[in-house]
């Protein structure tokens, strides 16, 4: 036995850099503009917006196929590993059910598990399993320390607009209401998502107070494990959140994980959007 594996989809948002570190297998999403697909990992954030521009349209994301998995789980497995798969919201992505089916012909070999979390706070989580693996625990002990992450991660973030994650679906249950304050007050929804449920935090009337808000939210959780940045277009915005994190979990800015946010976000939180992923301790 050659130990433990850890395979995520990319909406987890962590560089090639981290996945090569920690001897990750990352899985694309699937980015459709129109009736044209495009893999995650055949794009860089530049081109994904710069095709949404030149295209007009508000893209949509699909998952990878179960096959897609079957042949990263048997290549694994194969090599002798126990693979642990960690994926997006099963709610709101089809990530899951595709590794999920893919697995089942590995036994015990191979678990998935939904982390209830997206971009960084994915990410985070990945990361969290990719330690334990790589420190010699075994694939029950890290499944079962990934599940009770899932409910201490959030991911705290403010929408700029309110037009693509309406065309998403991902907020059905919010927008009559976001939409209703929005049109009337001009205001920039905090939203909350936390092992795979959205809710309201606040509304705010500037970026500014919605970043406050964001560190208020962060500081109430104290104390942390892990904490991250993400954003949608201008590092700036992730920038004036990061400075104040990282004096109240007592890092500093240069420690405190910070990346643009890959299609699975951005494809429905649309641009400018700005948030901290979180795990409570």
């Known amino acids: 036995m050659n130990g ?23 899985v694309p999403v699937f980015v459709r503009f129109g009736q044209d697909m495009v893999s995650s990992d055949n794009m860089t ?4 917006w710069a095709l949404a521009e030149k295209t007009g349209e508000i893209p949509g ?20 590993y126990d693979v642990i798969c960690l994926t997006l919201p099963n709610r709101y992505s089809g990530t899951f059910n595709a590794a999920w089916l893919a697995a089942q012909e590995f036994g015990e070999k191979v678990r998935v598990v939904d982390t209830g979390s997206l971009s960084l706070g994915m990410g985070l989580q990945v990361l969290a399993a990719a330690r ?37 679906g991902r907020l ?9 304050v929005a049109r009337s007050l001009n205001v920039k929804p905090v939203i909350e998502l936390c092992n795979g449920e959205f809710r309201l935090v606040g509304i705010s009337r500037s970026r500014k107070n919605a970043l406050q808000r964001i560190e208020d939210e962060i500081r109430s959780r104290l104390p942390v494990e892990a904490v991250a940045a993400a954003y949608t277009r201008g590092r700036d915005m992730a920038s004036e959140l990061v400075a104040p994190l990282a004096g109240f979990v007592s890092l500093t800015p240069a420690e405190i994980l910070v990346a643009e946010a890959g299609p699975a976000f951005a494809a429905h939180a649309g641009p400018n959007a700005v948030g901290a992923a979180v795990i409570r301790s």
């Open 4 to 26: 433990v594996r850890i395979v995520a989809d990319s909406g987890c948002d962590l560089s090639p850099a981290l996945v090569a570190q920690y001897q990750l297998t990352v």
């Open 45 to 48: 954030s530049d081109e994904f």
């Open 61 to 80: 994301t699909a998952a990878p196929a179960p096959g897609t998995f079957q042949s990263v789980f048997q290549q694994l497995t194969s090599d002798g």
């Open 132 to 168: 334990e693996a790589l420190a010699g625990c075994s694939a029950e002990a890290i499944q079962q320390m990934v599940e009770g992450l899932r409910v201490r991660t959030s991911v705290i973030f403010v929408l700029d607009t309110l037009e693509w994650v309406r065309r998403g």
């Open 172 to 180: 059905d249950r919010l927008m009559p209401f976001l939409e209703r």
